[in-house]
């Protein structure tokens, strides 16, 4: 299977980073947003971003503009059918992803592999929903996309290993590193780290501490470079409340259970930095606690 062309669906905060390391790999990149705004948001930011590389030393100018030409945007879906791999990167909400692959099946060529970003809704269970559940894969970047090495790449039931092998060899070429998880509700690193950012904000909710204590607590205690608090805010608070439904849903433990403030944060439209408020006010522009 040879992949050249790339498809990416969602042009938020893991869509945007995702075309940024496939275009400097060298693919081309196709991308598509059910929102025009997200499209050209996401296109100025990767150019920010690329400049801010370029600033830095890590990558040349001329490496920046080529990555930048081989970035293309489209509002129709369906346009991403030519391409080798898709990778779906939409809102985590299971309903939106499931209608995503079903409007895209018919338009695919028939080696096409299909990819998710979800972190934390079943491969295969998704993978159902096509006509190729053994060319489907789990594909899990982590935010931000162009610093962070890690990629989990998670197998459906069904997953042939020559799906496997090429999505193996595509981590490779972004010159990231990839962990093999089982098929798992939220997977390794969500399974892991969504329950402390949880009680995190458990022990916000009984009173135990401030969101100052918390974040300098893990940060100066536990050596972690970001508070478990401003974590959230960082990954979205829609998307830890909709991580936490999975794992409470999918192992029927209560130590999933999400905590009430969270669901009320995002009641609220509270969802983090992506909406300027969060655990902390972002609209200052210095983040001040909310609590
Ligand atoms: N935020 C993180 O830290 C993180 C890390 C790893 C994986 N993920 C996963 O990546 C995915 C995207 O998360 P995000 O943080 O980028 O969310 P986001 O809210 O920043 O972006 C989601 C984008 O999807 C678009 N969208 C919604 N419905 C669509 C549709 N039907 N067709 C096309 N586009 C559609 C929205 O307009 C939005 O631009 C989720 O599955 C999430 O679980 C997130």
């Given at each position: 299977m040879t992949i050249e062309k790339v498809g990416i669906v969602?042009?938020?905060?893991?869509g945007n980073g995702i075309a940024h390391v496939f275009a400097l790999a060298e693919y081309?990149?196709?991308m598509t947003d059910i929102s025009e705004d997200a499209l050209s948001a996401a296109v100025a930011l990767i150019e920010r971003n690329l400049d801010r590389q370029v600033s830095k030393d890590l990558i040349t100018q001329a490496q920046k503009t080529d990555a930048m030409k081989r970035i293309t945007t489209t509002p129709t879906l369906t346009d991403l059918g030519k391409t080798d791999l898709i990778i779906e990167a939409a809102t985590e909400r299971e309903t939106i992803k499931t209608a995503i692959f079903e409007d895209l099946v018919p338009h695919l060529k028939p080696d096409t592999i299909l990819t998710s970003n979800t972190s934390s809704i079943s491969i295969t269970r998704l993978a159902s929903r096509t006509d190729r559940p053994e060319k489907f894969m789990g594909f899990h970047f982590m935010n931000p996309v162009p610093i962070m090495q890690l990629v989990e790449l998670i197998r459906g039931i069904a997953t042939d290993e020559a799906t496997f092998k090429a999505c193996h060899a595509v981590v490779e070429r972004l010159g990231k590193t990839s962990a093999t998880a089982e098929d798992f509700p939220a997977f390794i690193v969500?399974?892991?780290l969504m329950p402390m950012i949880n009680e995190a904000i458990y022990t916000l909710y009984e009173g135990?501490?401030?969101v100052q204590s918390i974040d300098t607590s893990l940060k100066?205690?536990?050596?972690?470079?970001?508070?478990?608090l401003e974590l959230a805010d960082f990954i979205g608070l829609d998307t830890c409340l909709a991580i936490m439904n999975v794992l409470h849903d999918g192992l029927a433990d209560t130590k999933y259970r999400p905590c009430p403030l969270l669901t009320k944060y995002v009641?609220?439209?509270?969802?983090?930095r992506k909406s300027q408020r969060g655990f902390y006010d972002y609209r200052s522009g210095t983040p001040v606690p909310t609590r």
């Open positions: 969602g042009a938020g905060q893991m081309e990149v196709l969500n399974r892991i135990v501490g401030s100066l205690g536990a050596n972690h470079p970001m508070g478990p009641e609220a439209g509270w969802l983090g």
